[in-house]
């Protein structure tokens, strides 16, 4: 049974537009890897009631929750107080997150800032911190994440092990320098005959011409089973060539890596 | 009185992680230069039932609430389907839009598929589209905007006139070579004092140091109010040079420009 999950990007430098979310995208590649749908992406502020309202609107929906962003030591970091009252739990510094912090400071430094980042809900488990030590936690199905990338990308690659798998999805996406309109019939017509493919179509415009076409049209064919994936590839490259045009496949995503 | 607004991001291709949404962030930094404040931002992907669920819980939780995606010719655009769904109208060919695009297109190109673009929600407004002639639109509290980044740009500066102003964010970006443990606490003290600017804290690791340090904290304070804001930035400063560092005004974004 395949699982579904959504993302909860928390913070309000996401929201300024003073910092691009490439953390959603990251995950998004990780789940379809491993063979979860991501179905939803929700980015909130450094408001604690909209937080707790997405956060409890996602987990009751979707199997498996991901938040990324302000579990830091700052004040503008309160997911951790905004899950527990999601959830309905109590806070307080977690023995295992207090010792780990303890042990990276050098005595003194481990102040009341620091010690925030301990503050963990109540039933969650840790999860390792490779980079800088303050860990994230995983409670119920909501696993609880860091915002810098690098930190959030170590967090992950700790959780994956312990993550449901599925079949993952294979995508086949066909290039070709044509305008979206002229090929929709009939890839409308090959959507219609291969109901467990998804076929996507996104046209593009580029600057420069640099051997590559300027004008022209991505065509995604996604699903879990690979023949028919194929069989819905194929179909799409005779459709171009009757139109006259060159298909090039130009990205295959192989079913469990993390590309 | 502010405007509140969200951001309704609708393509199977960002939560594949295939695509890298930009469209938010460039929508969040315009809002912002207008004093509009954007709370929220949704991805969802092409299933009629969570656009219409989605856009219905954001037009009716804040003021504006703007698009992304799936107005094009092709059978997984279903954007204008799912917005008169959600509206409770009818949908069919605007006369207006009709015409335009009939007359871009050779006598004989004028396909169903690229008719399916002349299809509007009963009682919207027209946005132009002096890319690639297939216009946006407008209903109620709703803009609808193409998903390609030039198209959605393109739109969203035909809209930008329309929309309401309110007074614009300043933002004063500090950085700072130190770990964000160590200003937490004088951050929030500063941030006590001031109710009326929203400071954040944003640490960073940096692969390189050429010149520029490889950890340290960007701090963000940010309000309608500019002798507070330049208040609250010229207490960070002076915290941080307490401690020893050598703050530096990295960016300032000035109030009326879509920088």
Known sequence: MTKSAAILVIGDEILSGRTQDTNSGHIARVLGALGIDLREIRVVGDVEAEIVAALNALRGTWDLVFTTGGIGPTHDDITADAVARAFGVDIGYHPEAYRMLEARY??????????????????????????????????????????????????????????????????????????????????????????????????????????????????????????????????????????????????????????
Chains 1, 2 share one sequence.
């Open 106 to 259: 050098q005595p003194g430094e481990f102040n009341d800032a620091r010690k925030r980042m301990a503050r963990i809900p109540h039933g969650a488990a840790l999860i390792a911190n490779p980079v800088s030590v303050a860990p994230g936690f995983h409670i119920a199905n909501v696993y609880v994440m860091a915002g810098v990338p690098m930190v959030m990308r170590a967090m992950l690659e700790e959780i994956v092990p312990q993550l449901p798998r599925g079949a993952p999805s294979i995508a086949v996406t066909i290039e070709a320098a044509v305008p979206e309109g002229t090929v929709a019939e009939g890839l409308a017509a090959i959507q219609k005959a291969e109901k467990d493919v998804a076929i996507g179509s996104y046209p593009f415009y580029r600057d420069s011409g640099q051997g590559s076409p300027a004008l022209g049209v991505q065509l995604v064919a996604r699903g879990r089973d690979a023949d028919a994936v194929e069989r819905t590839a194929a179909a799409i490259e005779a459709m171009l060539r009757d139109l006259g045009a060159a298909p090039q496949r130009i990205k295959q995503v192989v079913p469990g890596t993390h590309a």
